[in-house]
């Protein structure tokens, strides 16, 4: 099993999905241990630590607010030695910033799921530096537990990647809702509306993922000339309105990830 004892920093909603989806692919509860200052126990009843361990870890998985990585680097960097991978999901992030935090580690990586790591179904955004062949195979198995693993070789992209692999769950969120608010307010009951809109993109996605054609021609294959299906692209596709919307959305989020980069490689 690739990275058999994974000590987690920080136990939030991020993490604790990812550990809902390694248990849900097999994984056993004591592969993982936890520090935490102040947590006494966590979910899975996986081991707590309130003070730094001082046993081996072949992992460390970083899950704590972007900004505390400073606040937690001095309690990491003794337990990231050459033998040990540091794994990142802090957004914004670098490489080189967390190089520079755990020099002699054996490898750093950012790792970008999403909460569908708890179905196994994260599109996981991976990019490295130090990292040899069997640690790059390590994080590859490790990743896939919980959905994919799309490695990206110029991090100029991370943030993009992050935008839309990481944010894009709530981008979704959001039109899904907009499905339904609209068609309540044209007349159908909230509650049928919700729960339409749900399973609506549910089935869609999985088709999505399913079939050789891409999303764009299966809309056009859904689409009857004249019918209803293209009365309603017909709107969504005026002026490139839809396309414009979603692009300044990816780029607000990736900005942000610059701008958290920015703070991140300041010293403190």
Request: proline residues 5%.
């Amino acid at each position: 099993m690739a990275f058999e004892k994974i000590l987690i920093v920080g136990f939030g909603t991020m993490t604790g999905a990812m550990v809902d989806g390694w248990l849900a692919a097999g994984s056993s509860t004591s592969r993982f241990e936890v520090y935490h200052p102040s947590k006494a126990e966590v979910d899975h009843g996986l081991a707590v630590h309130n003070e730094w361990p001082s046993g081996h870890f072949e992992a460390v998985l970083l899950g704590v607010k972007p900004h505390m990585i400073d606040d937690i680097a001095g309690g990491v960097e003794p337990i990231a030695g050459p033998d040990t991978v540091i794994l990142s999901v802090l957004a914004g992030v670098e490489l080189a910033s967390l190089e520079r935090r755990f020099p002699r580690s054996g490898g750093v990586v950012r790792f970008m799921p999403n909460l569908a790591s708890a179905l196994g179904k994260s599109p996981n955004a991976l990019i490295s530096k130090g990292l040899n062949e069997q640690g790059r195979a390590n994080v590859t198995a490790l990743a896939e537990q919980i959905g994919s693993a799309e490695w990206l070789e110029d991090e100029g992209q991370f943030d993009l990647a992050t935008a839309l692999a990481g944010s894009g769950p709530g981008f979704v969120y959001r039109f899904i809702d907009a499905l339904a608010a609209g068609a309540a307010e044209l007349g159908l009951p909230a509650d049928h509306a919700g729960r339409l809109a749900v399973a609506m993109v549910e089935g869609a996605a999985a088709l999505a993922a399913a079939s050789p054609h891409t999303p764009h021609d299966l809309a056009r294959r859904v689409a009857s000339p004249g019918g209803m299906t293209q009365k309603g692209l017909d709107v969504l596709d005026d002026a490139g309105a839809l396309n414009a919307l979603v692009t300044d959305c990816l780029r607000a989020a990736r900005d942000r990830g610059q701008e958290m980069a920015q703070e991140a490689r300041k010293p403190r």
